[in-house]
């Protein structure tokens, strides 16, 4: 592990505190905004901001279609339909720790990667903790909306692999194409079954639009973006472990802006969950994005 330099270190801290900052301001947006059209809105922002990089990959393009459906348009789409339903973004941001844990999982199942002691009790505590949370009275009648959050996790690693496979494309080049191939395929799902009106776009608040714009630029340009810079420095063991931060910056701040209640188990079940989070990230070599 190489010591990160003191300026990258504060970046690589900005970047988990935009992604811990992004579910709390997300789920701000998903109280007037239907989830799918929230989705499909913004991908639309991030393609138009990155239009210039879109690249046609010869011989790839359907595989590269897939991937950008399995690693963005669904997973999004599920994580914000359980946000939404969810009355605690802590849990939330908890939960979508699983994609750490699958894409591991995945790795053995679909790749061959070989798992040792450390990491299979990394991937232990790490759904224990979701399972600890789960038992929260209230989580009562509600588990359909963590069970969004869980599948959005599990969707995401699958994404991962899909990527895996992908030749030769920048990350910049494969937001770009996730953007313009999840906007409109999210877009006709949102009119198919949201059905949301003219009308109804113009009575939502200029807060609610500042939070899709926050989710696409800030978020998915600005974070990712700086995050592929550092992975590109630094070996993966150096810079993945401080990821972890993102979740306990989004419980933070669920708390402080949204008063959510941090209650024994959800804080037990957390630490449980990040904590093996936190030793798979130190025993992978590969990158390990616990961002959003």
């Not at 897939?66 to 690693?71: D, P, Q």
């Not at 989710?215 to 590109?232: D, I, W």
């Not at 936190?278 to 992978?284: A, Q, V, W």
Request: with cysteine; net charge positive.
């Amino acid at each position: 592990m190489i010591a990160v330099a003191p300026r990258d270190l504060a970046l690589l801290i900005g970047i988990t505190l935009i992604w811990g900052l992004n579910l709390v301001v997300s789920k701000i947006g998903l109280s007037e905004f239907p989830p799918l059209l929230f989705t499909a809105l913004r991908f639309l922002i991030l393609g138009l901001a990155l239009i210039p990089l879109l690249r046609v990959q010869r011989g790839q393009m359907s595989a590269l279609a897939v991937a950008a459906v399995m690693i963005a348009a669904l997973p999004f789409a599920l994580n914000f339909v359980g946000l939404q339903m969810v009355d605690s973004v802590s849990s939330a941001a908890i939960a979508g720790q699983l994609s750490v844990p699958f894409t591991t999982l995945l790795s053995v199942a679909l790749l061959g990667e070989v798992v040792r002691w450390r990491r299979w009790t990394g991937i232990l505590l790490a759904f224990a903790g979701v399972f600890i949370m789960g038992f929260d009275p209230q989580f009562a009648g509600r588990w359909h909306g963590l069970g969004f959050i869980i599948a959005s996790a599990f969707v995401s690693s699958l994404g991962v692999i899909a990527v895996k496979k992908l030749k030769g494309i920048r990350p910049l080049e494969l937001q770009a194409w996730c953007g313009w191939i999840s906007a409109p395929l999210l877009g006709l799902f949102s009119g198919l079954f949201e059905r949301p009106s003219p009308q109804s776009l113009m009575h939502i608040s200029a807060g609610a639009w500042g939070s899709l714009a926050f989710t696409a630029l800030a978020a998915s340009l600005v974070a990712h973006t700086g995050y592929f810079h550092l992975v590109q420095r630094y070996p993966v063991t150096s810079v993945a472990p401080l990821t972890t931060l993102s979740p306990v910056f989004s419980v933070f701040f669920g708390v402080v802006l949204l008063g959510d209640r941090l209650s024994t188990r959800i804080a037990l079940g957390g630490i449980c969950t990040l904590l093996g989070v936190l030793i798979i990230t130190l025993r992978e070599r590969r990158i390990v994005d616990t961002g959003s």
